[in-house]
Structure formats: structure tokens, C-alpha cells
């Protein structure tokens, strides 16, 4: 089984691609479903965060095509997403998975949010059965990864978030948010953040809206906010100064019309959006105004630059304990393809040896105890000396190249004739990790 992933992300593609390619949590249940149905995808998961998509699979063989599963489920053409996606193999796919669980790959490195993203989308492929044996080492592996990086590393210090740069960028619009108001559109885990550092930045009145009311009474009431209805959003938006949106919203939710009604009852006072939601919930033009300003999360990164500086070192430890734990776990993955077929070499020829002496032992008449005694162990030892060279070849190739691994254990097999039906191998894979112990 082989490791496969492609995607794109904040580093790859604009927001303007990312909000095309992008799943809502409620759709990634039947994105995984399909995916599992692409020829030679064994499992599957799909990540999607407002700054990456992407699709992870354990395949068969190379022959299997991520890049259908993209064009099929989001009908776009090739040649519109291509340029941005990178894939990775085998090594690399468990190099990067660990970074990204780890937040080395973050807009904001050393975020804490990723994280739970990602054992979100395993939680689902988990439920529903796209995530299995295979997939799951990997995943449980990247989470404990991710904690090491933490526990040994200061790199999520002075926690950032992309909703606290979004506040930043606010308090660096007004030089203040002192008496400020602010409207949180969507009341997700990052309305929340984004509200918690609002306080602690001194912002005035606070409304909240969301299209279930509920979730916004919730948010509301714990920061002393005001609950706004959604269908009132749009005639209530333009008494804020600052308009902070991260709805799932498959389309924007405030468009070019809208902003003309909100400069002309304000009295073209400037308003400011600040859009961190994928798909974005503000459409571009409505920067075309005079007296609205938009930054989307890709305006962002300009704030993110300052954080760098303090986080390098830190994300040289943690890029250190990473490729550390991708050896660590390569070696493991390796030593566990070769484990079935030993246990077959040592049955094949085990089964051999017990046929051998009993097509003699009516020949050899009675035996004493001592007799079969040294029966037994003249034919182990034969066979014993004969698995020594594949037994040693098959370990030690474990430890070298995935594709080398894979040639000496067909090779093994096919000399050995040790194909055998599916139940058998199952009854194989059972025995492999009394074997590694």
C-alpha cells in the first residue's frame, strides 16, 4: 500500500482558486465516499480549511488519479487548478502530513487550530469507514507528532491565530479599536477567537449574527454582545466600522450594491471588511468603492510576516523533530510490508517440513522418543538455514527504498510460491504485530 496526496494552499493558489476547490464540513463525508470509489483508492480524506485543500489516499498502485477525483467532484478543467496543486509520494506524504498537523505549514505557523482540523476530517473518514488501517497509522502518528512539537518547542508561544492577525489588521486600520464597533458575521470557531481578542483590545459595541440564531445567542452572551438576526444583516452591517466575516457561505454575502447602501447611510464614513472566510464572504468588488476597504485572507499574510522573525528558530526545532519521527516512521511502515511475507515463508516451508517426515515416518517403523527428538530437529534445522538468506534479505531491504522493498518481497514470493487465497492472508496480517514485538 502506498501513500498519495495533492493539493493546494495558501502558498500555491490565491484565494480566488482555494474558494473554488473548497468543501464545507458538512459536504466531506460524501467527498470522502467518493474518493474511496477512484480506481486503486484503498482510503481516504480530505482536509479543507479556508487556507488548503487536499486529498489524501492510501493506493494501490501509481496508476491511481487524484486529479480525476478534483475535476469530477468540482467540475472544473484541468487547466484551471493544475498550476497551483503539488503531490507528494510514499516519504514525502508522511513529511508533509506531520508539518501540517504540527502547523509548520500554516499561514501562521504555530497556530493551533490546523490541528483540530485535521483530526476533524479524521473523526469523519473514520465514521464512515474511508479511513482505515492504513491511514490511520499515519493520522494517529501526525497527531502525536504534532504534540511532541509542542511539548519540546515554544513555536505556538503568544498563541496567533488567523483571527487574532485579523484583529490586528483592524487595530492597525484605526491606530485603536477604543469605542470601535464591530460586526462578526458567522459564529464558527474563528468568530469566537476573533471575539475574545476584540475584547482584550478595548473594541466597543459588538454584534453578532449567524443563520442559525441559536449559535449566535450562545457567542453573545459570553462576550456581552448584541445578537443580530441574518435576515436583518444587511440593513443593520453599515452602523459598524469594522465588519469581520467567516461564514460557510457558498457565495458572498455582501456584494458591490451592498456596499453603495451602507456608504450612503453612513454618510461615506469609511467601512472596513475584513473577510476570512473560503469561500470569501465579500465580493472583490466591493473595493472597487470609495470609502470601503477589503482584505481577504490573503491580505493577511502581510501580517503574518512580523510573527516570522520570532518563530524561526523555534520552526527549525520543530522542522528537526519532524524529519526525526518521518524516519522513524517510514522505517516502521517498511518493516511492516515485509512482516506478512516471512510469515508465509516460515508457514510455506514449516508445512513442507511436517509433509516431508510424514510420508517416511511408515517407512522408518516405531520411534523411540529420542529418535523423533532428533527428527524434529535435524528438519528445523534444515529449514532454518534455509529461510536465514530471504528472512535477512527481507529485513534488511526494509530499511532501504520503499520500491526496492516492494521488488524483493514479489521476488521472494513468486520464488516460494507463496500467493495464497484471501483468508490466509488475512490470518497473516493478524500475526504482525505478535511478530514485530
Known sequence: MRYLLLGINHKTAPVSVRERLAIPESRLPEAMRRLCEQPGVEEGLVLST??????????????????????????????????HLYEFREHEVVRHLFRVASSLDSMVVGEPQ?????????????????????????????????????????????????????????????GSLEGKSVFLVGAGKMSELAARHLMAQGAGSIFVSNRTYERAEKLAQRFSA????????????????IVITSTGAPHAI?????????????????????D?????????????????????????????????????????????????????????????EVVPTIISLQEQLETIRQAEIDKVRGRLGELTPEQEMAIEALSKGIVNKVLHAPISTLKSVAKAKARETTTVIELVRRMFNLDRPKEDADKEQEKTTEVER
Open 50 to 83: 479556508c487556507n488548503r485543500v487536499e486529498v489524501l489516499a492510501a493506493v494501490e498502485s501509481d496508476s491511481a488519479d487524484l486529479r480525476t477525483f478534483l475535476q469530477d467532484y468540482f467540475a472544473i478543467a484541468p487547466e484551471e487548478f493544475a498550476s
Open 114 to 174: 490546523i490541528l483540530g482540523q485535521v483530526k476533524e476530517a479524521y473523526a469523519s473518514g473514520r465514521s464512515i469507514g474511508a479511513v482505515g488501517g492504513h491511514l490511520d497509522a499515519l493520522l494517529t502518528r501526525s497527531f502525536a507528532v504534532a504534540k511532541r512539537v509542542r511539548t519540546e518547542t515554544r513555536i505556538g508561544s503568544s498563541s496567533v491565530s488567523i483571527a487574532s492577525v485579523a484583529v490586528e489588521l483592524a487595530k492597525k486600520i484605526f
Open 226 to 241: 448584541r445578537v443580530i438576526r441574518f435576515d436583518d444583516l444587511h440593513e443593520k452591517a453599515g452602523e459598524a466600522d
Open 254 to 274: 455582501f456584494r458591490k450594491e451592498h456596499g453603495k447602501q451602507f456608504l450612503q447611510r453612513r454618510k461615506n464614513s469609511p467601512m472596513f471588511f475584513i
Open 276 to 336: 476570512i472566510a473560503v469561500p470569501r464572504d465579500v465580493a472583490p468588488e466591493m473595493n472597487e468603492l470609495d470609502g470601503i476597504f477589503v482584505y481577504d485572507i490573503d491580505d493577511l499574510q502581510s501580517v503574518v510576516t512580523s510573527h516570522v522573525a520570532d518563530r524561526q528558530r523555534e520552526a527549525r526545532c520543530a522542522e528537526e523533530i519532524v524529519e526525526a519521527e518521518v524516519i522513524r516512521f517510514t522505517e516502521r511502515i517498511r518493516t511492516r
